[in-house]
């Protein structure tokens, strides 16, 4: 009994019920494993790649349009083809997963500061400051969230001087989808508040005098975090999704440094030609990324949630 | 012929910590026209059993042995769709809450003729008939046009009679209750239990009533069956049973009742359940961190002087001001507590005494009226660090152990950080040491501080909050209903706790419940609310031998009479 009362924080971890329910769930270790070597491999591109799509010393438009390696006219350099440009497809999604993820990540994480700050402060402090915040939150849900990404992008493209597009696209890119997010989180995290803000502990802080702020922070974000990782995960899912769809549209980050909608783009052109594999690809790593990372945000909802159980 | 047999009973539930034996080997039998109650702390296994002859076990709960058998026919093998028909037909159930055992969708008529048709095959028009005759026999008044009412245009008591008539609809042969009036105020619940007893005598019908409560137990049953931890340790007539229990858990149970008629000096025998309770290291406080500081200065009047205090919530906001509706929860309240003694404040739910304590730890900022603390008025202070310092001499525990811990914090953590915002200790050595002390000075023990909320029970963890309140060393402690959310044995441990800290430490104390032989117990001076108002204010022991208002009165015919309960081993103080 003495030494159980002193369990590490790993021992917690692995005897908790969230551990159980994951390693009770197939489909759950499977997305993990997905999500998971898909970021790594994302990171450790530089090593992994067989080539550096970036290096123009090494690509050769000379490679151009070469199909996978294992259909007639294939070279073994590049195991799933290459692009208009001659570069290797498989090096190119290793690539671009990374600036996929960097933003899907990013994003999330810049909805998330927003969103909790903003439901926090509403839930709290209610009357005219949870009207306004609330109010506004209406409206940005009344255009759709690539809409909002959309205008953003566009009037940050107008406002900056066009030499620069290239370097901070990126920085736009995250803020755009960042902003067109942060709705869910303030209204969850509203909620969350106003229930827990009536329960006696906060009462009992408030009775020692504590401070708002320090409530806030201490008291009642860490017991408002659960449903905010369910979001946050979908949430990644469809930042990951919208990147691609205005790399798609051509409006987010430059060709130089392709995304996986990008690519898509690119070979969208030559579809039509017999170049398949230069969209499909790119196509594919997407839609596996997202289904896993999505079935992992569903998972963790069930886990979570002890009334679906 | 006995009525309803459960032998050997065995109910299990895998987990996968190991499968829980919830009842084990339980055998009782119900006579018909007989009410026998079986009584239990939580975890008991009673409900389980309710829950077991009716055939709607939850999952992963199964029944690994034993029978149930309803007049000498086993019920317990049937097939779910000839279980179904044994329901609300032959075993009719009442739940604890009214407000979620009807349909709110639907009229009481259509509940009621739906149901009557459906196991008694009457037709539509004689089912009403018997419907508007049922609502009549549970004292529904106007039946005939009440019945088209839905579930909430009644009130809490009505419904839960409007709940029996449907149990009673199709002339069942036993009734399960379960906590049937444990929702209800008291002054609702005696009707209901004097109802439930009349019909069972007239129509012969056999009655299981699960409860917690002795109060129901002795009002309404023939013979109890006591349960402990999932086994059966005594059964036998009521009278024998309260007035004279064998077994110690019963015997441990019994005295930890709190009685209206006597006040005692501690509750005896309560550590059946919870021995961790024992307060094994004492803290010296002459020398103590605790105990420094208390020497205040002599006060010429009382500590706390409420004057005309008003609490305004709005019930419908509006911009102008006159168009908003406004209700004032406290109204005009004023009384005085002196230095060193404990006031209660009673009252039944809603009457404000919960806002009166609110109100006084700001809380909530009273609409009008004065809080004046040894001279001060606390309603006047604008700054916060000012009020910082009224706010460590005064302190509250709250009702619900289970929502005043923050679950994501170390029980550590929670005790120091009244310590550390206060700033009264130079190091963080000197909190951990502070904290260890608290802790065992409430009866936990220090290894308690490394561990988290969720990790102890309820009696624990209230032990945890008093710890809290302690640690700003307060001069005045407010308690709002700090046991009645817990069972009976351990309230009488934290009401002993609170009754020791409060003569070591020389605390003053408000002491709020609805419960008014808790209040005895604790209480030296009594202030009776109703509907925001004071109604009386007068020493305990004049408040239950002669009580001045019709409302106070009211409220002492209603206490369950609790005269059978056996005496011994019970300490009573003389005054």
Same mark, same amino acid.
């Given at each position: 009994?003495?030494?159980?009362?002193?369990?590490?924080?790993?021992?917690?971890?692995?005897?908790?019920?969230?551990?159980?329910?994951?390693?009770?769930?197939?489909?759950?270790?499977?997305?993990?494993?997905?999500?998971?070597?898909?970021?790594?491999?994302?990171?450790? $591109?530089?090593?992994?790649?067989?080539?550096?799509?970036?290096?123009?010393?090494?690509?050769?438009?000379?490679?151009?349009?070469?199909?996978?390696?294992?259909?007639?006219?294939?070279?073994?350099?590049?195991?799933?083809?290459?692009?208009?440009?001659?570069?290797?497809?498989?090096?190119?999604?290793?690539?671009? $997963?990374?600036?996929?993820?960097?933003?899907?990540?990013?994003?999330?994480?810049?909805?998330?500061?927003?969103?909790?700050?903003?439901?926090?402060?509403?839930?709290?402090?209610?009357?005219?400051?949870?009207?306004?915040?609330?109010?506004?939150?209406?409206?940005?849900?009344?255009?759709?969230?690539?809409?909002?990404?959309?205008?953003?992008?566009?009037?940050?493209?107008?406002?900056?001087?066009?030499?620069?597009?290239?370097?901070?696209?990126?920085?736009?890119?995250?803020?755009?989808?960042?902003?067109?997010?942060?709705?869910?989180?303030?209204?969850?995290?509203?909620?969350?508040?106003?229930?827990?803000?009536?329960?006696?502990?906060?009462?009992?802080?408030?009775?020692?005098?504590?401070?708002?702020?320090?409530?806030?922070?201490?008291?009642?974000?860490?017991? @408002?975090?659960?449903? @905010?990782?369910?979001?946050?995960?979908?949430?990644?899912?469809?930042?990951?999704?919208?990147?691609?769809?205005?790399?798609?549209?051509?409006?987010?980050?430059?060709?130089?440094?392709?995304?996986?909608?990008?690519?898509?783009?690119?070979?969208?052109?030559?579809?039509?030609?017999?170049?398949?594999?230069?969209?499909?690809?790119?196509?594919?790593?997407?839609?596996?990324?997202?289904? $896993?990372?999505?079935?992992?945000?569903?998972?963790?909802?069930?886990?979570?949630?002890?009334?679906?159980? | 012929?006995?009525?309803?047999?459960?032998?050997?009973?065995?109910?299990?539930?895998?987990?996968?910590?190991?499968?829980?034996?919830?009842?084990?080997?339980?055998?009782?039998?119900?006579?018909?026209?007989?009410?026998?109650?079986?009584?239990?702390?939580?975890?008991?296994?009673?409900?389980?059993?309710?829950?077991?002859?009716?055939?709607?076990?939850?999952?992963?709960?199964?029944?690994?042995?034993?029978?149930?058998?309803?007049?000498?026919?086993?019920?317990?093998?049937?097939?779910?769709?000839?279980?179904?028909?044994?329901?609300?037909?032959?075993?009719?159930?009442?739940?604890?809450?009214?407000?979620?055992? %009807?349909?709110?969708?639907?009229?009481?008529?259509?509940?009621?003729?739906?149901?009557?048709?459906?196991?008694?095959?009457?037709?539509?028009?004689?089912?009403?008939?018997?419907?508007?005759?049922?609502?009549?026999?549970?004292?529904?008044?106007?039946?005939?046009?009440?019945?088209?009412?839905?579930?909430?245009?009644?009130?809490?008591?009505?419904?839960?009679?409007?709940?029996?008539?449907?149990?009673?609809?199709?002339?069942?042969?036993?009734?399960?209750?379960?906590?049937?009036?444990?929702?209800?105020?008291?002054?609702?619940?005696?009707?209901?239990?004097?109802?439930?007893?009349?019909?069972?005598?007239?129509?012969?019908?056999?009655?299981?009533?699960?409860?917690?409560?002795?109060?129901?137990?002795?009002?309404?049953?023939?013979?109890?069956?006591?349960?402990?931890?999932?086994?059966?340790?005594?059964?036998?007539?009521?009278?024998?049973?309260?007035?004279?229990?064998?077994?110690?858990?019963?015997?441990?149970?019994?005295?930890?009742?709190?009685?209206?008629?006597?006040?005692?000096?501690?509750?005896?025998?309560?550590?059946?359940?919870?021995?961790?309770?024992?307060?094994?290291? %004492? %803290?010296?406080?002459?020398?103590?961190?605790?105990?420094?500081?208390?020497?205040?200065?002599?006060?010429?009047?009382?500590? %706390?002087?409420?004057?005309?205090?008003?609490?305004?919530?709005?019930?419908?906001?509006?911009?102008?001001?006159?168009?908003?509706?406004?209700?004032?929860?406290?109204?005009?309240?004023?009384?005085?507590?002196?230095?060193?003694?404990?006031?209660?404040?009673?009252?039944?739910?809603?009457?404000?005494?919960?806002?009166?304590?609110?109100?006084?730890?700001?809380?909530?900022?009273?609409?009008?009226?004065?809080?004046?603390?040894?001279?001060?008025?606390?309603?006047?202070?604008?700054?916060?660090?000012?009020?910082?310092?009224?706010?460590?001499?005064?302190?509250?525990?709250?009702?619900?152990?289970?929502?005043?811990?923050?679950?994501?914090?170390?029980?550590?953590?929670?005790?120091?950080?009244?310590?550390?915002?206060?700033?009264?200790?130079?190091?963080?050595?000197?909190?951990?040491?502070?904290?260890?002390?608290?802790?065992?000075?409430?009866?936990?023990?220090?290894?308690?501080?490394?561990?988290?909320?969720?990790?102890?029970?309820?009696?624990?963890?209230?032990?945890?909050?008093?710890?809290?309140?302690?640690?700003?060393?307060?001069?005045?402690?407010?308690?709002?209903?700090?046991?009645?959310?817990?069972?009976?044995?351990?309230?009488?441990?934290?009401?002993?706790?609170?009754?020791?800290?409060?003569?070591?430490?020389?605390?003053?104390?408000?002491?709020?419940?609805?419960?008014?032989?808790?209040?005895?117990?604790?209480?030296?001076?009594?202030?009776?609310?109703?509907?925001?108002?004071?109604?009386?204010?007068?020493?305990?022991?004049?408040?239950?031998?002669?009580?001045?208002?019709?409302?106070?009165?009211?409220?002492?015919?209603?206490?369950?009479?609790?005269?059978?309960?056996?005496?011994?081993?019970?300490?009573?103080?003389?005054?």
């Amino acid at each position: 009994m003495e030494q159980s009362l002193e369990r590490t924080r790993l021992q917690r971890i692995f005897g908790s019920d969230i551990w159980y329910s994951f390693t009770h769930n197939p489909t759950a270790i499977f997305s993990a494993i997905v999500t998971v070597g898909m970021i790594l491999a994302a990171i450790f $591109a530089p090593w992994i790649a067989p080539h550096d799509p970036f290096d123009l010393a090494t690509i050769s438009i000379m490679d151009g349009n070469l199909p996978p390696a294992w259909s007639a006219g294939g070279d073994m350099n590049f195991l799933l083809g290459t692009d208009d440009q001659g570069r290797g497809i498989l090096s190119t999604i290793l690539y671009g $997963a990374r600036i996929s993820l960097l933003v899907g990540f990013s994003s999330v994480i810049f909805s998330m500061v927003v969103g909790i700050t903003l439901g926090l402060v509403s839930g709290y402090v209610g009357g005219r400051t949870d009207a306004l915040i609330m109010r506004i939150a209406d409206i940005q849900l009344s255009f759709p969230a690539i809409l909002i990404a959309l205008l953003v992008d566009g009037v940050a493209r107008g406002l900056i001087p066009s030499e620069m597009h290239s370097e901070i696209s990126i920085y736009v890119l995250i803020f755009a989808i960042g902003i067109s997010g942060w709705v869910q989180y303030a209204r969850t995290v509203r909620g969350s508040t106003l229930v827990e803000k009536n329960k006696e502990y906060v009462q009992a802080a408030r009775v020692i005098g504590i401070r708002p702020f320090t409530i806030l922070r201490r008291h009642i974000l860490p017991n @408002v975090m659960g449903p @905010v990782m369910v979001i946050a995960t979908i949430h990644l899912a469809i930042a990951i999704i919208t990147e691609a769809t205005l790399s798609f549209l051509g409006v987010g980050v430059p060709p130089t440094t392709p995304s996986l909608g990008t690519l898509i783009r690119i070979g969208n052109e030559y579809l039509f030609s017999g170049d398949w594999w230069i969209t499909i690809f790119p196509g594919i790593t997407l839609v596996v990324l997202v289904l $896993a990372v999505n079935l992992l945000g569903d998972w963790m909802r069930d886990a979570l949630n002890p009334k679906l159980r | 012929m006995d009525l309803l047999n459960i032998n050997n009973l065995r109910i299990e539930f895998p987990s996968r910590h190991g499968t829980v034996i919830a009842v084990d080997d339980v055998t009782l039998t119900v006579q018909p026209g007989e009410v026998l109650g079986v009584v239990g702390e939580s975890g008991a296994g009673k409900s389980t059993i309710g829950n077991a002859v009716i055939g709607l076990l939850e999952p992963p709960g199964k029944m690994t042995g034993g029978h149930v058998l309803l007049k000498q026919q086993g019920i317990d093998t049937l097939g779910p769709e000839a279980k179904r028909k044994i329901r609300g037909r032959r075993i009719g159930m009442i739940f604890q809450d009214p407000l979620t055992s %009807l349909d709110p969708l639907q009229t009481i008529e259509q509940q009621l003729v739906e149901t009557i048709d459906l196991h008694l095959k009457l037709g539509e028009r004689k089912s009403r008939e018997r419907a508007v005759d049922l609502l009549r026999q549970v004292g529904i008044p106007d039946p005939e046009n009440r019945i088209k009412n839905y579930p909430h245009q009644f009130s809490g008591g009505m419904r839960q009679r409007v709940v029996i008539a449907l149990a009673l609809c199709a002339e069942p042969e036993v009734i399960i209750a379960d906590e049937p009036t444990t929702a209800l105020d008291v002054s609702i619940q005696a009707q209901i239990l004097e109802l439930m007893r009349r019909l069972c005598k007239d129509k012969k019908v056999g009655m299981l009533i699960i409860t917690h409560d002795m109060g129901v137990i002795a009002e309404i049953t023939d013979r109890v069956a006591v349960m402990y931890r999932g086994k059966l340790v005594e059964e036998g007539t009521t009278a024998k049973i309260l007035g004279n229990p064998d077994h110690p858990y019963t015997q441990s149970l019994i005295s930890a009742v709190p009685r209206p008629d006597i006040r005692l000096k501690r509750f005896p025998m309560v550590n059946y359940i919870e021995a961790e309770g024992e307060r094994k290291k %004492l %803290l010296d406080l002459s020398t103590h961190w605790l105990g420094r500081s208390r020497d205040y200065a002599a006060l010429d009047g009382p500590l %706390l002087s409420l004057k005309n205090i008003v609490m305004t919530f709005v019930t419908k906001p509006a911009i102008l001001k006159h168009n908003r509706v406004t209700f004032n929860a406290v109204d005009d309240v004023s009384f005085d507590i002196n230095e060193g003694e404990v006031f209660g404040l009673v009252g039944e739910s809603g009457s404000g005494k919960s806002t009166v304590a609110r109100m006084i730890c700001s809380l909530y900022r009273p609409a009008a009226g004065e809080i004046n603390y040894i001279g001060t008025d606390l309603t006047k202070i604008r700054s916060e660090t000012e009020r910082d310092f009224f706010r460590r001499q005064m302190q509250m525990i709250f009702q619900d152990p289970f929502s005043s811990l923050n679950s994501r914090m170390r029980v550590m953590d929670i005790i120091a950080e009244p310590i550390r915002f206060h700033k009264l200790a130079s190091s963080n050595r000197e909190v951990e040491q502070i904290v260890t002390d608290l802790l065992d000075h409430v009866g936990l023990g220090a290894q308690a501080a490394v561990r988290f909320p969720h990790e102890f029970s309820g009696g624990q963890r209230q032990r945890i909050s008093i710890a809290r309140a302690l640690a700003t060393r307060p001069r005045f402690l407010i308690c709002d209903e700090p046991t009645s959310a817990l069972d009976v044995s351990i309230q009488a441990q934290i009401l002993n706790l609170l009754k020791d800290l409060q003569e070591e430490l020389g605390l003053t104390m408000l002491f709020i419940s609805h419960d008014l032989p808790v209040i005895r117990q604790m209480c030296d001076r009594v202030g009776v609310m109703k509907t925001g108002k004071l109604v009386e204010v007068s020493a305990t022991e004049d408040l239950f031998e002669n009580p001045q208002a019709a409302y106070t009165r009211e409220l002492l015919d209603l206490m369950p009479r609790l005269d059978t309960l056996s005496h011994e081993g019970l300490e009573v103080e003389q005054r």
